[in-house]
């Protein structure tokens, strides 16, 4: 990346000019989207659930990637991925877990699309011991298919090469057809880390390119500053427009997570 290096303030828009990666003028059609770790029903859940909501209204988004997503009949919780697509309205939800369907408490991965979807798939990772999971959805962005992801991944300090190998199975999993691929989620880990290396290559840049934002982890909830949630796309096939935080001010005291959403608007080229 060249060109000025900036700290997002809290809820700035990192809009990516006068870099080496900024995009040309014109271009394919535009599409934006978001990630963001739930903290499943941690913490306050009756207070966080409609900041959660603004939040993710406010971003627009055309894609919406969902990690630690939980339904738990036990406590009477929906899927709150399901909650969440019907509180947004016109969005579709892709919901995957290991525990069983039909099982009365379900916790996984999802992704949730106002774009028409033209496949869906999911797959457990390898080490299958750890119980992560990856979502694909491919949709139609003004008649031209993308595929979107969403994982979560080993959470452990010294995981890197567990989620090395996560990486490596979610890429091998994917479809070698030429189709544009983004990336998101939960990585639990920052760009430096070993098991993130492919991610960090040629093949794909991080819409928060390393070192723009201070965290994507909230300090309020006892957090380190870690940038450990990221957007990942190919540039063969697409260009950064902006990118910013979103859920890293407080309403009353209280956050809609523990980690900070992200939101990227890529570029079709």
């Not at 957007?231 to 935080?245: G, N, Q, T």
Request: one cysteine or more; hydrophobic letters at 45%; proline letters at 7%.
């Amino acid at each position: 990346m060249i060109g000025r290096r900036v700290l997002l303030a809290a809820g700035a828009v990192l809009p990516l000019v006068g870099c080496a990666s900024a995009p040309p003028t014109g271009g394919g059609p535009a599409l934006t989207v978001a990630t963001l770790n739930l903290w499943h029903n941690q913490g306050d859940w009756t207070a966080r659930k409609p900041l959660m909501i603004a939040a993710l209204k406010a971003q627009n988004a055309d894609v919406i990637a969902l990690q630690e997503v939980l339904e738990d009949a036990a406590v009477d919780l929906e899927n709150q991925a399901a909650m969440l697509a019907r509180e947004l309205g016109g969005y579709r939800v892709a919901f995957v877990s290991t525990d069983p369907l039909g099982a009365p408490r379900r916790y996984g991965n999802a992704l949730l699309t106002r774009l028409p979807v033209l496949a869906e798939a999911s797959t457990r990772l390898e080490p299958l011991d750890d119980y992560r999971t990856a979502l694909r959805l491919r949709v139609s962005v003004r008649g031209r298919p993308v595929d979107v992801v969403v994982t979560h991944l080993a959470w452990q300090d010294d995981a890197g090469s567990v989620r090395a190998r996560q990486i490596t199975s979610l890429l091998g999993w994917l479809p070698q057809d030429g189709v544009p691929l983004i990336v998101m989620g939960d990585f639990n880990a920052t760009q430096d880390d070993s098991g993130l290396a492919t991610m960090t290559g040629p093949r794909f840049f991080s819409a928060l390119p390393h070192g723009f934002v201070v965290t994507t982890l909230n300090p309020a909830k006892g957090h380190p500053n870690r940038v450990i949630d990221h957007i990942f796309a190919e540039p063969e096939f697409f260009r950064p427009v902006a990118a910013r935080l979103f859920g890293d001010q407080p309403t009353n005291g209280e956050y809609p997570s523990d980690h900070f959403g992200v939101t990227a608007t890529l570029r079709l080229i």
